[in-house]
């Protein structure tokens, strides 16, 4: 039951609460899809494969299916297609139960901000109490022009509280309105009407055609040129294009196509791993040649080839690569993010160039380790992922590079969605200094999907408080330390104020002060968040495992 009571001193503000539990739902939603493996296989071609699968579904469950058309395919393949339903049909609910919870945590929480601000407002307003003079209402008195009277500031806070009582009302209604429409969908089952909605919604996506073949159609697949997805497609139906593919079309678009396809968003990892790969043996001569043997540039592209990617004890995958560019790009993940139970993306701030790419992996490394320590028995990727063109010292005041940076990390985290395999992964997004910078303005734009957010080092992330990002402030991390000299560099007029202030309303964890002096302007202590005796690189691997 939500509870609301308007007071001048302070406010009741509690939303409705569901009981429904989205780890439940997906945990359901899993053992079923084990089931389903077992009984039909991963083959796309289930078609194919329902007769003799059917003969093997007594020893499983105790429907009695051949019993009732032992040889009759279309009862086994709505059987399956009914299993698939119910997977898919729970996954929906779940997410729209994780969804409806944040809300509603960030309904309070945007509401606990107003309140105080309000409550400051009034208190002024009582001290100077004085009948409205010549100044125009609602936010002048005759004592003081930028104080509003007290009833104007008990009325502005009502309004506020209405207003914001009946968004989070509106919020409950569509979660209720959902709830009735996957009760629907349950009791009517596999319809082709629920079915394509399923298919329309990413729910559902090769399943219905493979299973009852031309009764449904293909996935929605992205505008092709040249043969392979045009740049900027949805990397879910880049998924899905790749995923229509015979192994003769793969191996052939891998051949044709593999400047394209080895950044691409959406193509599994295993697949850009292999094509940037081949890239680097090709591009190392050519580096050589133009930088000299002597080079930076030759130095990190031969360390990156010869040790760091093959470390031994390592598992690692380039998943991109450019040195053409001033900034370039380099993508590297340390564990399989298709596989990993978690998943962390490491972005990076000021200055940061493809050249960085050792040191880049460092810092995952020392992230990954953590998590590791953590939960054991789990498996972990981490990603340095320098896929935007971080700005130097002058342009990190301003927001250009971050507005452009938030697509490029939304389509990547799509994308690591898009080629997950297996449960749902705990996916974390961790940005330091100007990469933070980011990540806000990807919240707030385009959006990440992700499940936690941590900022180090950060100047600003484009928002006044966590709730303007549109997640909880439970799921939102912030650590800087304090010899990092962005404290002094970034005003909060530049990107807004620190996502460390108690204002700003996110979870706050402790980092080592950091090292005294270092290169101006922000000193040694900017970078020292990821040393492996830093207390936060510690707490960081524990967000990334799911600990907290």
């Known amino acids: 039951m939500s509870k609301f009571e308007f007071n001048e001193t302070g406010c009741t503000f509690l939303p409705d609460m569901t009981l429904a539990k989205e780890g439940k739902l997906r945990e359901f939603a899993s053992d079923f899809e084990k089931f389903m493996e077992r009984i039909t296989g991963r083959s796309g071609n289930l078609h194919d494969g329902f007769n003799s699968s059917s003969h093997e579904f007594d020893d499983l469950i105790a429907w009695k299916i051949k019993d009732e058309a032992q040889y009759d395919q279309s009862k086994w393949q709505e059987s399956t297609m009914a299993i698939s339903f119910l997977i898919a049909t729970t996954l929906e609910w779940a997410d729209a139960v994780e969804e409806y919870k944040n809300k509603r945590e960030i309904n309070i929480e945007r509401w606990k901000n107003s309140e105080k601000q309000h409550l400051e407002t009034i208190r002024k307003a009582r001290e100077n109490d004085l009948p409205a003079g010549l100044y125009s209402a609602p936010y002048t008195t005759k004592s003081n022009p930028w104080i509003p009277s007290l009833d104007q500031a008990l009325k502005a806070m009502r309004n506020d509280f209405d207003e914001q009582r009946d968004a989070a009302k509106k919020d409950w209604s569509k979660f209720q309105e959902k709830a009735d429409e996957i009760s629907d969908k349950l009791k009517n089952g596999a319809t082709e009407e629920n079915v394509r909605k399923l298919q329309e919604s990413g729910y559902l996506s090769w399943a219905p055609f493979n299973i009852m073949g031309g009764k449904y159609d293909k996935p929605e697949l992205p505008t092709l040129k040249g043969g392979v997805p045009k740049q900027g497609s949805d990397p879910k139906q880049v998924n899905a294009w790749w995923g229509s593919l015979t192994p003769s079309q793969r191996k052939s678009a891998m051949a044709k196509h593999a400047d394209k396809l080895r950044m691409m968003d959406g193509i599994p990892v295993g697949v850009r791993n292999k094509l940037n790969r081949d890239h680097l043996d090709q591009v190392l001569p050519y580096v050589k040649e133009e930088y000299g043997e002597d080079s930076d540039e030759y130095r990190e592209l031969k360390k990156l080839k010869n040790k760091t990617l093959d470390a031994e004890g390592t598992d690692r995958y380039l998943l991109g690569l450019d040195t053409t560019d001033g900034h370039g790009r380099a993508i590297v993940a340390d564990g399989n993010p298709d596989t990993a139970d978690n998943v962390a993306t490491l972005v990076p701030g000021t200055g940061t160039e493809w050249r960085a790419v050792n040191g880049q992996l460092g810092r995952a490394e020392a992230i990954k380790k953590e998590a590791q320590t953590v939960d054991p028995n789990s498996e972990h990727a981490v990603i340095s992922w320098i896929g935007y063109d971080a700005p130097g010292v002058g342009g ?153």
Not at 422 to 445: C, E, F, M, P, R
Not at 474 to 486: F, R
């Open 396 to 548: 990190a005041l301003l927001e250009d590079d971050a507005v452009t940076g938030a697509t490029e990390l939304h389509n990547f985290q799509s994308g690591l969605r898009a080629t997950h395999q297996g449960d749902h992964s705990n996916n974390t997004v961790i940005g330091h200094s100007y990469g933070s910078t980011v990540i806000g303005h990807a919240l707030q734009g385009p959006g990440i999907d992700a499940d936690n957010y941590v900022f180090v080092g950060s100047p600003g992330v484009n928002a006044d408080h966590v709730s303007d990002l549109g997640v909880p402030g439970s799921k939102v991390h912030a650590s800087t330390a304090e010899n990092d000299g962005i404290r002094d560099f970034t005003p909060d007029a530049i990107h807004g104020p620190e996502p460390t202030s108690k204002e700003f309303g996110a979870t706050v964890f402790e980092s080592d002060t950091g090292r005294e002096g270092g290169t101006f302007p922000f000193g040694d202590a900017h970078s020292d968040y990821f040393r492996e005796d830093n207390e936060s690189v510690a707490y960081m691997g524990e967000v990334v495992a799911g600990k907290r």
